[in-house]
């Protein structure tokens, strides 16, 4: 009995982990319609929870002692962070103000596939055939995205949008295989949050650099919505995300957390009025299915 409420409470954390994650883009649109730039939403969104991801930082007791940390060590921390969450934050930002969140979210969702490719490119290793239909699946899926995309927005709009948000993904598939020689030493939990930190600073200084005190002017709805990003597409579902992946562990999580994505297209549908027609749906079932067949092989 105790294990299947176990189960149940991980399953319900990976599944709302994942959920959260992607609808963070729900939450960006409607404050780029309140009247925010992409610039402002970072800063704010990374601002509202700097206090919360320093406190992580500073409490960590994985990986080495703040001592033991090397000159190397926080030149590879600095670059994974400008990997993995500045450079890859801004351009999805960027990118998501042409796209829909259910063609976004289906292009990140294909950075499985790129770990795989990167992998094997950087570490000389032979891609087996779970891997070729992986690639066949969330490749094909995204080319029903956008033949479905290009329905209701224009084709410059559209590749614009498509290369930043895939610019987006390449670099955090390179941070993930980055990460595998950082993590160990430094800490999964303090790499993130300093991570989260970095990104706070990096964007808050260029938001003031570029509009000064603008930065506090702006709607309220503005300030509403990244912090609701702040709260409920960053800090609640990183929390969900220890809870699922302790219980479940990596293959099982995985698994429970592709059914996350699903509903943005639904929430974008409701929130957005981003109507998803039979090509998006079908395509991000064949996204998802290349990023299953590669964590069950």
Do not use: N
Not at 108 to 124: E, F, G, N, Q
Not at 210 to 215: I, K, Q, S, T
Not at 241 to 268: C, D, E, T
């Amino acid at each position: 009995m105790e294990k299947s409420r176990g189960m149940l409470v991980g399953c319900g954390a990976a599944f709302l982990s994942a959920m959260l994650f992607s609808v963070k883009g729900i939450f960006a649109k409607k404050a780029y319609e309140a009247g925010a730039s992409p610039e402002t939403l970072l800063a704010l969104r990374f601002g509202f929870t700097l206090p919360v991801f320093a406190g992580i930082a500073l409490r960590s007791r994985a990986g080495v002692s703040w001592s033991e940390l090397s000159r190397r060590d926080w030149v590879r921390i600095a670059v994974l962070s400008v990997l993995g969450y500045i450079l890859s934050s801004a351009l999805d930002f960027h990118g998501l103000r042409y796209l829909s969140v259910g063609l976004e979210r289906m292009i990140l969702y294909v950075h499985p596939t790129m770990v795989v490719l990167l992998s094997a490119w950087i570490y000389k290793r032979r891609l087996r055939p779970a891997a070729g239909l992986a690639l066949l699946l969330s490749y094909g899926g995204l080319a029903l995205g956008f033949s479905s995309e290009i329905k209701v927005t224009d084709a410059h709009s559209l590749w614009l949008g498509g290369g930043l948000v895939f610019a987006a993904a390449l670099l955090y598939a390179l941070f993930l295989v980055g990460v595998a020689g950082v993590a160990p030493r430094v800490g999964m939990h303090r790499l993130t949050a300093l991570g989260m930190v970095a990104s706070a600073v990096v964007f808050g200084g260029h938001a003031l650099f570029l509009e000064g005190a603008g930065l506090f002017r702006h709607a309220p709805a503005v300030y509403g919505w990244a912090l609701a990003m702040g709260l409920f597409g960053t800090v609640l579902p990183v929390y969900l995300f220890g809870v699922g992946y302790r219980i479940l562990g990596a293959s099982k999580f995985s698994v429970v957390s592709m059914a996350g994505p699903v509903a943005v297209l639904p929430l974008g549908a409701l929130f957005l009025g981003e109507q998803a027609g039979p090509l998006q749906w079908a395509g991000l079932a064949l996204t998802l299915a290349g990023g299953m067949v590669l964590t069950r092989k």
